[in-house]
Nanobody, 122 residues
Framework: QVQLEESGGGWVQFGGSLRLSCAAS????????MGWYRQAPGKQRELVAE???????NYGNFVEGRFTISNDNAKNTAYLQMNSLKPEDTAVYLC????????????????WGQGTQVTVSS
């Protein structure tokens, strides 16, 4: 069984910063990529950032250089540093990971965390 545990959400004022963390736990895991999506009330879920095992990163268009995603493969953990936050960044941020379970048979799956709330006040 795979679990993703998110931390680091909260409340911040306009222009502030937050750092999100997402740690994957489970046996015999190989994390191929990790990332965050976000969902605000009444809006569709959208990609914030994702990073592959080798460190290649991809960002949503709205990020505009404000966020940086990084990973620590040894800890099965990804980090999202968010700077210059705006009220429109307010949403639930959901961690996701593409995982290969290295059992007797290899099983590929995508896991999702429970989400962490990010609120930016004006």
């Amino acid at each position: 069984q795979v679990q993703l545990e998110e931390s680091g959400g909260g409340w911040v004022q306009f222009g502030g910063s937050l750092r999100l963390s997402c740690a994957a736990s489970g046996n015999k895991l190989r994390i191929n990529s990790m990332g965050w999506y976000r969902q605000a009330p009444g809006k569709q879920r959208e990609l914030v950032a994702e990073i592959t095992r080798d460190g290649s990163a991809n960002y949503g268009n709205f990020v505009e250089g404000r966020f940086t995603i990084s990973n620590d493969n040894a800890k099965n953990t990804a980090y999202l540093q968010m700077n210059s936050l705006k009220p429109e960044d307010t949403a639930v941020y959901l961690c996701t990971a593409d995982i290969l379970i290295l059992g007797d048979e290899y099983v590929a799956l995508r896991s999702w965390g429970q989400g962490t709330q990010v609120t930016v006040s004006s």
